[in-house]
């Protein structure tokens, strides 16, 4: 069955950098692209953006570049969201995602989330 | 991009039906088949219950059904059940080939 486990927690302080991590398993990992998704505490759903699995091609939306970067290891299955110079504003939820359908805008599939908390 | 905008809160008691309303504009719910809406309970992750305006994916209950009308679309909940008691999100592809969500709406069974 299909499965996106992220990374645990992580407690960062402002100004330092967090990789999340995304291993997907029970599918063929090029095939679908991996959407990154932000909730803030007590707040609603945002769209970071995308990485296309088979070229590692990422698009950001707007607010989520410069500071947020999507990669990929496709040996591993894995995707990755890097976020640098932390800000207090960054504490959130992430969530990675996989689309119900290849090239599809429906989020089929989740991770069961990453926190990361800025605090000094 | 704006959230498209979604009542705050909606309530209902067992067995009533609600609806959730997701307004957007031409460029995004007006423009495309694609709305999606996702359930999520407290410290869950969401989970799609609605794709392309109407669709449901296997194994979600029937008893929630979607559709759009000009830039607004809909979610129906019917024969509310205590477990219906979540947020729920709804989110469309938009004209510049992003995506953007709703604002949320918390779902309370009386």
């Known amino acids: 069955q299909v499965q996106l486990v992220q990374s645990g927690s992580e407690l960062k302080k402002p100004g330092a950098s967090v990789k999340v991590s995304c291993k997907a398993s029970?599918?063929?990992?090029?095939?679908?692209?991996v959407n990154w998704v932000r909730q803030a505490p007590g707040q609603g759903l945002e769209w970071m953006g995308w990485i296309d699995t088979k070229t590692g091609n990422p698009t950001y939306a707007q607010g989520f570049s410069g500071r947020f970067v999507f990669s990929l290891d496709s040996s591993l299955s894995t995707a990755y969201l890097q976020i640098s110079r932390l800000e207090a504003e960054d504490t959130a939820f992430y969530y990675c995602?996989?689309?119900?359908?290849?090239?599809?805008?429906?989020?089929?599939?989740w991770g069961q989330g990453t926190l990361v908390t800025v605090s000094s | 991009q704006s959230a498209l905008t979604q009542p705050a809160s909606v309530s209902g008691s067992p067995g009533q039906s609600i609806t959730i309303s997701c307004t957007g504009t031409?460029?995004?719910?007006?423009?495309?088949?694609?709305v999606s809406w996702y359930q999520q309970h407290p410290g869950k992750a969401p989970k799609l219950i609605i794709y392309?305006?109407?669709n449901r994916p296997s194994g979600v209950s029937n008893r929630f059904s979607g559709s759009k009308s000009g830039n607004t679309a809909s979610l129906t909940i019917s024969g509310l059940q205590a477990e219906d008691e979540a947020d729920y999100h709804c989110s469309s592809f938009t004209s510049r080939g992003t995506n953007v969500f709703g604002t949320g709406t918390k779902v309370t069974v009386l």
């Open positions: 392309d305006v109407s």
């Open positions: 029970g599918y063929t990992f090029s095939t679908y692209d």
């Open positions: 031409s460029s995004d719910v007006g423009a495309y088949k694609y």
């Open positions: 995602t996989r689309d119900l359908t290849a090239h599809g805008t429906a989020r089929g599939y």
